[in-house]
């Protein structure tokens, strides 16, 4: 029981993390230059939730723009929304079903004190 709700404790912690990469995406979607983040989750030894995260350099579009009467090369962020929401949505729902495992473990806990008192 003990390892279950470990497992559960990691897997929020770790979805958490993902969430707040996936929102640091998003809110820098129009800042030029801005490279996404990417987290990514493992299996640890112990049946625990591990959280990587790794910077992604593919480039932006490039667009040019015009300071001081000459021609600036710029680039977007490389973030796409169109992968981004989805992921925030699939991380959202699993860090949603991990608490909610957490709570009926906790609920099964106390039913089981209260046979045993």
Request: proline content about 3%; cysteine-free; aromatic content about 4%.
């Amino acid at each position: 029981m003990v390892a279950s709700v470990h497992s559960s404790i990691s897997a929020l912690q770790a979805f958490g993390r993902k969430l707040g990469v996936t929102a640091d995406n998003i809110a820098n979607v129009n800042t030029d230059g801005f490279k996404k983040n990417r987290a990514s989750l493992q299996e640890g030894l112990n049946g625990d939730v591990r959280v990587e995260i790794s910077r992604d350099d593919t480039p932006g579009h490039p667009y040019q723009v015009f300071e001081n009467d000459e021609r600036v090369e710029r680039e977007t962020s490389n973030v796409d929304l169109t992968e981004e929401i989805p992921n925030l949505m699939t991380a959202q729902r699993a860090y949603e079903a991990n608490l909610t495992a957490l709570q009926t473990q906790g609920k099964l806990l106390d039913s089981l004190l209260d046979i045993v008192s």
